[in-house]
């Protein structure tokens, strides 16, 4: 039965990946005009080198945080996303076995810091919310995109959402969602990138996944 799921599992990250050109860059920086565009950082590759920002404001490397422990690092496209929103309280549901399991949970957006505050929950969530409003984790996974100008407006008339370009310019980008799993070595172990927002991997089979990653 393992062994099935090890193959159908690996049939879903393939049909996922097949939609994208593979890169052999492990830090992409270039952001792309559409989500189907995006060149992800893929299993077997390490994790890039970046900065990102606690919910305090403080500066943290991302490789450091994984090389302490077994990581599920998930990309958001904010708080203001229902989506994404529902992604996160799914997660509630398999929340306790990952952590038993020896994993922690990062859950990256283009979120300020201030923003991140905000979304704190007075729950056991132990997810660890961190900004990435300087687009340098986005950029190196290969994930970022130009949000059409008519898109970016109907996100902040009707959902509030406040959006980042990228520096300084008028473009405004977003990440493709994501959730990746990592060794302590930073090494890729498990992918899954998918250019439709709408469509998440579900909470039960991001633990099987962590299972065999394990």
Same mark, same amino acid.
């Given at each position: !039965?393992?062994?099935?799921?090890?193959?159908?599992?690996?049939?879903?990250?393939?049909?996922?990946?097949?939609?994208? !050109?593979?890169?052999?860059?492990?830090?992409?920086?270039?952001?792309?005009?559409?989500?189907?565009? %995006?060149?992800?950082?893929?299993?077997?590759?390490?994790?890039?080198?970046?900065?990102?920002?606690?919910?305090?404001?403080?500066? &943290?490397?991302?490789?450091?945080?994984?090389?302490?422990?077994?990581?599920?690092?998930?990309?958001?496209?904010?708080?203001?996303?229902?989506?994404?929103?529902?992604? !996160?309280?799914?997660?509630?549901?398999?929340?306790?076995? +990952?952590?038993? +399991?020896?994993?922690? &949970?990062?859950?990256?957006?283009?979120?300020?810091?201030?923003?991140? /505050?905000?979304?704190? /929950? /007075?729950?056991?969530?132990? %997810?660890?919310?961190?900004?990435?409003?300087?687009?340098?984790? &986005?950029?190196?996974?290969?994930?970022?995109?130009?949000?059409?100008?008519?898109?970016?407006?109907?996100?902040?008339?009707?959902?509030?959402?406040?959006?980042?370009?990228?520096?300084?310019?008028?473009?405004?980008?977003?990440?493709?969602?994501?959730?990746?799993?990592?060794? /302590?070595?930073?090494?890729?172990?498990?992918?899954?990138?998918?250019?439709?927002?709408?469509?998440?991997?579900?909470?039960?089979? +991001?633990?099987?996944?962590?299972?065999?990653?394990?």
């Amino acid at each position: !039965m393992l062994s099935l799921f090890r193959t159908g599992l690996l049939g879903i990250f393939l049909l996922i990946a097949g939609t994208f !050109m593979v890169n052999a860059n492990v830090a992409n920086k270039r952001i792309v005009d559409s989500p189907e565009q %995006v060149q992800p950082l893929l299993v077997g590759q390490f994790i890039p080198d970046v900065v990102v920002q606690t919910d305090f404001g403080k500066d &943290i490397r991302l490789k450091d945080l994984v090389e302490n422990k077994p990581s599920i690092v998930i990309f958001y496209r904010g708080g203001w996303c229902p989506y994404c929103n529902r992604q !996160m309280q799914g997660l509630i549901e398999v929340e306790q076995r +990952l952590l038993d +399991l020896g994993y922690q &949970i990062i859950a990256i957006s283009p979120d300020s810091p201030e923003r991140l /505050t905000a979304q704190r /929950t /007075t729950s056991e969530f132990e %997810v660890v919310r961190l900004s990435d409003s300087k687009l340098a984790a &986005i950029q190196a996974f290969g994930l970022g995109y130009f949000l059409p100008d008519d898109v970016a407006k109907d996100y902040r008339d009707k959902l509030g959402a406040n959006l980042v370009s990228l520096d300084g310019g008028n473009k405004v980008v977003l990440p493709v969602p994501a959730v990746y799993i990592f060794d /302590t070595s930073g090494l890729v172990q498990f992918q899954y990138v998918n250019p439709n927002y709408q469509v998440r991997l579900s909470p039960q089979l +991001l633990y099987y996944a962590a299972q065999i990653a394990r």
